[in-house]
């Protein structure tokens, strides 16, 4: 399968914890990569590899990985984390790759 | 600083032909794949294909195969992506981005993989 599925929506309480999961077979195979994209921007790397960062990202983000699942999690929600957010593995062919289907996350 | 700026934006009508550009800085434009990634308005992201440059290798999204055209100048270190024959459903936002990889690496692809850094976006409309 070259699918990978988020949940369309969850909402934290500010200061909370949220975490975000990605479905699919290639991720029995291949690590997810997790990008942040807010109204009228590019996506923006958050995680990649097993639990990485990239420079800039606050600590509060943070990846896990386990079976066929994986997932971001934002540690203490801040209101500048309310975005959507997609993963992004290779597909089970390992040829190309593929972006989940999204998750908006909604800072109350 | 690692760099990817995209063409302007395009209004186009049905039929016509259109090329969009990415070019890359401050990295080996020739060592890296460029990935295409489409968002159609109010949608979630797509990925069309990917090219390294160095030697224009192109996969395509079996979804995408036959329809759009991924090329590269290396010698100006820019990506292109093309269409013959555009229609009004190719309206959307279209992303260029540096893909990379690490971890344990077979021959043919690594368990990390991510995209990093992306342009700010090309918006491709199209309407009679």
């Known amino acids: 399968s070259s699918e990978l599925t988020q949940d369309p929506a969850v909402s934290v309480a500010l200061g909370q914890t949220v975490r975000i999961t990605c479905q699919g077979d290639?991720?029995?195979?291949?690590?997810a990569s997790w990008y942040q994209q807010k109204p009228g921007q590019a996506p923006v790397l958050v995680i990649y590899?097993?639990?990485n960062r990239p420079s800039g990202i606050p600590d509060r983000f943070s990846g896990s990985s386990s079976g066929n699942t994986a997932s971001l999690t934002i540690t203490g929600a801040q209101a500048e984390d309310e975005a959507d957010y997609y993963c992004n593995s290779r597909d089970s062919s390992g040829n190309h790759h593929v972006f989940g289907t999204g998750t908006k996350v909604t800072v109350l | 600083e690692v760099q990817l700026v995209q063409s302007g934006a395009e209004v186009k009508k049905p039929g016509e032909s259109l090329k969009i550009s990415c070019k890359g800085s401050g990295y080996s434009f020739t060592s890296y794949w460029i990935g295409w990634v489409r968002q159609m308005p109010g949608k979630g992201l797509e990925w069309m294909g990917i090219?390294?440059?160095?030697?224009?290798?192109?996969r395509y999204s079996p979804s995408f195969q036959g329809q759009v055209t991924i090329s590269a100048d290396k010698s100006i270190s820019t990506a292109y992506l093309q269409w013959s024959s555009l229609k009004a459903s190719d309206t959307a936002m279209y992303y260029c981005?540096?893909?990379?990889?690490?971890?344990?690496?077979?021959?043919?692809?690594?368990?990390?993989?991510?995209?990093?850094?992306w342009g700010q976006g090309t918006l491709v409309t199209v309407s009679s």
């Open positions: 590899g097993k639990n």
């Open positions: 290639s991720l029995r195979s291949y690590y």
């Open positions: 090219i390294y440059p160095g030697d224009s290798d192109t």
């Open positions: 981005a540096r893909h990379l990889e690490g971890g344990y690496c077979s021959s043919t692809s690594c368990y990390y993989n991510w995209f990093d850094p």
